[in-house]
């Protein structure tokens, strides 16, 4: 790909320019004056609304201006709480000089990427192909046609670097637009091209020895003593524990299983989580976990939750309870609206300092912890340093001891120790709430708010805590009265009282999922044919032409340049994978065959063609692929006390199966006949064949190993 930038001598230079050093420049002070952004409802729009630049929100017209004033189009992309973002706008887009140049040579357009994640992606994608060897992130910047096709994308610049690259691409603009459209040209074939899987028309078979192969690929890059994947930077990827938690079930795989302890250890004890008040930043700036970039980010807490929720299941640990309980407190608290939803994120940064808000002096630590010898213990348990022990002589608060050997070396029981640590902890926390907050971005996004549900079943299930429960309807009943349509279309976004467009797969994707899930922990069949509803809409409208895969924009959405699919795990499971899964477990619990065969060709073609390439980014690819070698379990619970072995049974690490069941028989195929008057029974079936029904949870354990 090399060869797209080939076609001019500025080509180099724009790409050195993306890692040069600049001088910094003084900005001017402007009068304020709104731009097109002005009614928005979006937190990272309107922090542009009062930008020189004449920034407009995406949209045809902004292109079709371009198209009749005969400009190139600048593509601005990023979120709220990102913290390089900030910076371009302080040093380039709040300058006149930048401003008026944008202004007279361009048509602006700003994109909040949690709103737009399709023309997110579409840009992203474009930055990968024309940066092979270079870094692509937020800000993402696209110049491009009048046509939205790029010719140029990168991400954060300095002001000099940004104001070049503008004039350079201009003069040659208008010097010679057939190397631009040729550059076009070049990235356009490459955004176009589909992913194509093989498809095989053989009997598809699941082994246990793919898995094993798998794995044996994704161990390597693992850092076995530190936890996460090897690297400077360390992001907590819930798809990846997720899987290696249920490999591990499965397997008993020793070096997996260390792997996964050391990783979920790593990250509670670290300063990637808010040791004061609960919730995990988005990743650490170490490999130790120690040092967080400070935003918080919905999609991070909700899977993280659930994560420690399954592990709690399997290794009843009262860490994990404490940091699950800590974290949903905050969430409910700090992020969420008196309607049930939750918030965006939080920013890294405060008064434009990146972590301000969480970082502390050792003489602040002396000020608020008066007694010498609890303030020597905290200092001990934290790694406080007189000097630091991060930058500019500021502390962040993270472990590497534990209590019962702090315990010892002060000669204390360990629930006093944790009695004087908490207290500690409660006065550093009264502080904190003295200071300027980070700015909380509160828009809803339906996909994210979906994830949560699920933690909430997920805690409710490890906990038998209705609470949770409660928590989980009320945002589940938000999605479904507020931001979704009779026909079952689903809103992406709410903020400011407006809804954003319509949304994307992830959306329709991970709120069957929550669904599914809800009903799992309910048996309130409402929530199963919901999905159902929602699934045969999404078959419609967003299925690709082999009716295998699914294209993350509808069908009824407005054209962009490329209509992509979204096949690779990151941080979130890819809509196409978690599509597959729904269809799976919404197929056993409906004895739907179309369903099971589509989830069926989807892994198989994933496995086939792509997952070998680096597995470490189909890890929920994987991980459903493990519920096809060894079939899922349909457990069902029926009678009178069902409630009682339903709860029991939830309260179990068994990743194998799905429930279904009541109090009475309800409407499902596998239901029927299994009710006993006066009685209450267990039924642990596969493949529509049930054993024995039996009436104790043990025993039902015993008949599922």
Not at 216 to 245: C, H, R, T, V, W
Not at 345 to 368: H, L, N, P, R
Not at 520 to 541: M, N, P
Request: hydrophobic share 35%.
């Amino acid at each position: 790909m090399a060869t797209i930038f080939k076609y001019h001598k500025f080509c180099l230079f724009l790409i050195s320019i993306l890692i040069t050093a600049s001088c910094k420049t003084e900005q001017k002070q402007v009068e304020k004056k709104g731009n097109h952004l002005i009614n928005e409802h979006s937190e990272y729009l309107l922090q542009h609304a009062y930008n020189p630049v004449d920034w407009f929100p995406w949209s045809n017209d902004a292109l079709n201006k371009a198209k009749t004033e005969g400009k190139l189009v600048v593509i601005s992309i990023g979120y709220s709480s990102c913290h390089w973002c900030h910076v371009m706008e302080h040093e380039s887009f709040s300058d006149t000089a930048v401003s008026r140049l944008m202004n007279q040579h361009f048509v602006s357009i700003k994109v909040d990427r949690e709103e737009r994640p399709d023309v997110d992606n579409i840009y992203m994608t474009a930055c990968q192909i024309a940066n092979q060897n270079g870094s692509c992130g937020w800000p993402l910047n696209a110049i491009t046609l009048s046509d939205g096709r790029p010719v140029w994308v990168g991400s954060y610049m300095q002001k000099v670097e940004w104001m070049s690259l503008l004039k350079q691409i201009n003069d040659l603009f208008h010097e010679d637009q057939n190397e631009l459209q040729k550059m076009a040209y070049q990235i356009g074939n490459h955004l176009q091209a589909d992913h194509r899987f093989v498809l095989s028309d053989n009997e598809i078979k699941f082994e246990l020895k793919n898995i094993d192969k798998f794995q044996a690929e994704i161990i390597p890059n693992l850092d076995m003593s530190l936890g996460g994947k090897k690297g400077d930077l360390k992001f907590p990827i819930p798809p990846l524990l997720q899987y290696a938690m249920e490999y591990v079930h499965f397997s008993s795989d020793k070096n997996t299983s260390k792997w996964l302890n050391t990783s979920l250890s790593g990250i509670i004890n670290g300063g990637i989580y808010d040791q004061l008040e609960g919730g995990f930043a988005r990743y650490s700036t170490d490999p130790k976990w120690k040092v967080p970039h400070f935003e918080k980010m919905l999609y991070d807490n909700a899977q993280l939750i659930s994560i420690y929720a399954n592990a709690y299941k399997s290794n009843p640990e009262a860490d994990y309870k404490q940091i699950i309980e800590q974290t949903v407190q905050f969430l409910k608290t700090e992020f969420s609206a008196k309607e049930g939803y939750y918030y965006s994120s939080f920013d890294a940064d405060t008064e434009g300092e990146e972590g301000k808000y969480y970082v502390w002096t050792y003489s602040e630590i002396q000020q608020i912890i008066s007694d010498e010898k609890v303030r020597t213990i905290f200092k001990d348990l934290y790694n406080l340093s007189e000097s630091g022990n991060w930058e500019h002589g500021k502390n962040v608060l993270f472990k590497t001891k534990r209590i019962a050997d702090l315990a010892k070396k002060y000669k204390l029981p360990e629930a006093e120790l944790s009695i004087l640590i908490k207290q500690a902890e409660q006065k550093l926390l009264a502080a904190r709430k003295l200071r300027t907050a980070p700015n909380c971005d509160k828009k809803m996004i339906s996909a994210w708010n979906a994830l949560m549900v699920t933690a909430l079943c997920d805690v409710y299930a490890a906990f038998s805590d209705k609470k949770y429960l409660e928590q989980a309807l009320q945002t589940a009943n938000f999605l479904k009265d507020q931001m979704m349509t009779p026909d079952f279309k689903i809103y992406r976004s709410f903020g400011a009282g407006k809804k954003g467009t319509f949304g994307f797969l992830d959306d329709y994707a991970l709120t069957m999922q929550c669904f599914l899930r809800l009903y799992e922990v309910s048996f309130d069949e409402r929530w199963l044919y919901l999905a159902k509803s929602i699934c045969d809409g999404v078959l419609q409208h967003f299925s690709d032409e082999e009716q295998v895969y699914f294209y993350y924009n509808s069908s009824g959405d407005p054209a962009l340049i490329a209509r992509k699919k979204e096949v690779v795990d990151q941080v979130i499971p890819s809509s196409n994978s978690v599509m597959c899964d729904v269809l799976h477990k919404l197929g056993l619990f409906l004895y739907n065959k179309e369903y099971l065969q589509r989830s069926e060709k989807m892994l198989a073609g994933i496995l086939e063609s792509e997952a070998s390439s680096d597995p470490v980014f189909y890890s929920n690819w994987l991980r459903i692929h493990l519920g096809f070698v060894k079939p899922l379990y349909e457990v069902a619970i029926v009678g009178k006390e069902y409630d009682k072995l339903h709860s029991a049974l939830l309260s179990k690490y068994i990743p194998n199966a799905i429930f279904l069941g009541g109090a009475t028989e309800g409407s499902l195929e596998l239901l029927k006949e299994k009710l006993q008057e006066g009685e209450s029974y267990i039924y642990v079936c596969r493949n529509k064949v049930c054993k024995l029904p039996v009436k104790e949870v043990n025993k039902a354990l015993e008949l599922m190993k």
